[in-house]
C-alpha cells in the first residue's frame, strides 16, 4: 500500500527565509475577504504587493469563508490568502485541509495566523495532516512508511514556543486518523484477521503496548462463540487482539477504560448473502477496530494518563459449507446463547464477545464500542454524525463535548425498551435481529444497541454506531474519500485530557 506523504510541521514566530508558499488568513466580509495587518505585513515581507493579492480577491470574489482561497503566482513562489470563517477550532480545521490540496505543487509553505489558541493550532494541524490524504495499492502487503521528502510547513503563530504541545498532539492525533484510514483502505484479499492482528503487533511493539493475540483454538477453548461461529466460513480463521496501555506512575490516575472495536476484515453476509452493491464497501467493516488499534497507538505520546485497553475480534464473515446458518445457535462468551437468525447480523456477535469478556475480567470503569453495525443509523442520522447509545448522562457529555472539540460528531439515540421483546427466541436466549423482521418495530439500530447491552452488566458503557461516518463518497473538509477513520480524533481528544474519567469513576 502507498499514500501521499503527510506534510511535516513546526511551529515558529516567523516566516522562515526561502519558503516556496506563503499563506495568510483571510477574515470573512460581504463583498471580499479581508488581511488584517499581519498578514498585509507578511505578503510585503514576501516580496509581493498587498494590492495585487487584494485585485485577485476581489476578481474571483473570494469572500473569506472556510474553503475560500486565492491564489497569487509571484516568480517561481506562490501566496495563498485562505479564508477562516470565523476562526473557530471547527474552521481552523476546514481552512487547514483546504490549504494543503493547494499546496500539492510546492515544497515548503508558512501559514500566518498570528494570534490562535491552543485549540485553533491543534485544529491547522489536523485539517492540515487530513485534508490530502490518499490511498493507492502498491506491491508492499504493509502499511506505508513515512516519505523524508514531504511538504515541509510552518505555523507562523506568536508565542510558539507555547503552541508545542498543541501542535504536537494535532499531529499525533492526525498521525493516528490517517493509520486508521491506512487500515480500513487496505483491500481484504491482503487484510485477513490474521494479517490485522500482525499489524496490531508491529504497532503495539513500536507504542510501548502490550499485545496479546488469540488465535482460533484459542478463541474456541476460551469460549469466544462468537467470533468463531463469525468466521467459520472462511479459509482465514478468526482473531481477538487484545492491546493494552499503562501510564507512567509519575503521572497515572487512576482509572481503566476499555475500548472495543468491531474488526470484521470483510462482510459478505455470511450465507444471508449482500447483493454486490453492497458488498463493495465492506472492506472498511473493521474501519471501528483499525480506529481502536490506531487510538491506542497514540495514548502514550499523548501523554494519556489513564490505563486503557483496547479489543478488536477480527473475523472474515464468508459463505461456505463450513459457514454458520440461519437459525443455529451459538454460545457467546460468558454462556448467554443467540439464536442466530441473520448472519449479516455479524458484527454484534463479535461485539458481544468482546464486552462479556471486557465486563467478566477486565474490570473497566468506562466501557465504549465503536462498530460500523447498521445502515439504519445513516438512514436516521446520516453521514455526518455517529449514534451515540448511552444511559449514563455525565458519558454522553464528555464524549457529546470530545465529538464537538474534535470535529466528530455525535447525536445520541434513545434505548427503546419497548423494542427488547423483538429479541427474545423461542431456543435461545436471545435472536440476534429481531425475530418478526422488524415488523412491529423497525429502529435497526435501536435493536442492535439493546442486543449489546445485554452482554456489558452493569457497567458504565456507551456505543458508537458509525456505520454512516465510517466512510465517506468523496472529499469534504478534512475528510477524504474511502475510510474516514472516524472514531480516533473522539477518543484522542477525550483520552488526552489531565484526567478522562473525572466525575466517571
Known amino acids: 500500500m502507498s499514500a501521499p506523504a503527510p506534510p511535516t510541521l513546526t511551529a515558529s514566530s516567523s516566516v522562515p527565509a526561502g519558503v516556496a508558499a506563503l499563506v495568510v488568513a483571510l477574515s470573512p466580509a460581504d463583498d471580499v475577504g479581508v488581511l488584517d495587518a499581519r498578514a498585509r505585513a507578511a505578503i510585503s515581507a514576501f516580496g509581493a504587493d498587498v494590492e495585487a493579492v487584494i485585485a485577485v480577491l476581489t476578481r474571483e470574489k473570494v469572500k473569506g469563508g472556510v474553503g ?30 483546504a490549504i494543503v490540496r493547494r499546496l500539492k505543487s510546492v515544497d515548503s ?5 498570528g494570534r490562535a489558541s491552543d485549540a485553533q493550532v491543534r ?28 511538504l515541509s510547513i510552518t505555523i507562523v503563530v506568536e508565542r510558539a514556543d507555547e503552541r508545542a504541545d498543541a501542535l504536537r498532539a494535532g499531529v499525533v492525533t492526525a498521525s493516528a486518523t490517517r493509520l486508521a484510514r491506512d487500515l480500513a ?26 499485545v ?61 448473502l449482500k447483493p454486490n452493491a453492497g458488498m463493495i464497501a465492506m472492506k472498511t467493516d473493521m ?9 491506542m497507538s497514540a495514548l502514550r505520546d499523548l501523554g494519556v494518563r489513564v490505563r486503557v485497553t483496547g479489543l478488536v475480534p477480527a473475523a472474515e464473515n464468508l459463505p461456505s459449507g463450513s459457514a454458520q446458518r440461519p437459525s ?7 454462556g448467554t446463547t443467540v439464536e442466530v437468525l441473520n448472519t449479516d447480523a455479524e458484527g454484534r456477535l463479535v461485539l458481544a464477545d468482546a464486552l462479556a469478556y471486557a465486563d467478566a475480567q477486565l474490570d473497566p470503569d468506562v466501557l465504549i464500542d465503536l462498530a460500523t453495525l447498521t445502515g439504519a443509523i445513516s438512514i436516521g442520522l446520516g453521514k455526518r454524525h455517529a449514534g451515540l447509545f448511552c444511559a449514563d448522562d455525565r458519558l454522553v457529555a464528555t464524549l457529546s463535548s470530545a465529538g464537538a472539540d474534535s470535529g466528530e460528531a455525535v447525536w445520541r439515540m434513545p434505548f427503546v425498551d419497548d423494542y427488547r421483546p423483538t429479541l427474545d427466541s423461542s431456543v435461545a436466549d436471545l435472536a440476534n435481529v429481531s425475530v418478526d423482521g422488524g415488523k412491529t418495530f423497525s429502529g435497526g439500530s435501536i435493536v442492535a444497541a439493546l442486543f449489546l447491552r445485554e452482554f456489558v452488566g452493569r457497567r458504565r458503557w456507551a456505543h458508537l454506531d458509525i456505520a454512516g461516518v465510517g466512510r465517506a463518497e468523496g472529499d469534504e473538509h478534512e475528510v477524504t474519500k474511502g475510510a474516514t477513520g472516524f472514531g480516533v480524533r473522539l477518543l484522542l481528544h477525550w483520552l488526552g485530557g489531565s484526567d478522562p474519567l473525572r466525575g466517571l469513576r
Do not use: C
Open 68 to 97: 475560500d482561497i486565492g491564489a497569487l503566482p509571484v516568480d517561481s513562489r506562490l501566496i495563498l490568502a485562505a479564508g477562516v470563517g470565523e476562526a473557530t477550532p471547527r474552521d481552523f480545521r476546514r481552512a487547514g485541509a
Open 109 to 113: 509553505a508558512a501559514i500566518v495566523v
Open 287 to 295: 474501519a471501528a477496530g483499525g480506529a481502536v488499534i490506531a487510538a
Open 212 to 272: 496479546r493475540v488469540r488465535d482460533a483454538r484459542e478463541l474456541r477453548d476460551e469460549g469466544f462463540g462468537g467470533v468463531v461461529a463469525v468466521g467459520m466460513g472462511s479459509v482465514n480463521p478468526p482473531r481477538l487482539i487484545e492491546l493494552s496501555y499503562q501510564p507512567p506512575a509519575s503521572t497515572a490516575v487512576a482509572g481503566h477504560v476499555v475500548l472495543v472495536g468491531k474488526g470484521i476484515t470483510f462482510d459478505s453476509g455470511g450465507l444471508s
Open 185 to 210: 483502505n487496505t483491500p481484504s484479499s491482503t487484510k485477513t484477521p490474521a494479517w490485522l492482528a500482525k499489524q496490531a503487533v508491529a504497532l503495539g511493539r513500536k507504542s510501548g503496548l502490550d
Open 123 to 150: 485544529a491547522l494541524a489536523e485539517g492540515l495532516l487530513l485534508g490530502g490524504y490518499a490511498f493507492k495499492v502498491s506491491s508492499s502487503t504493509d502499511l506505508p512508511d513515512s516519505d523524508p521528502t514531504a
Open 328 to 334: 443455529d445457535v451459538i454460545t457467546q462468551y460468558g
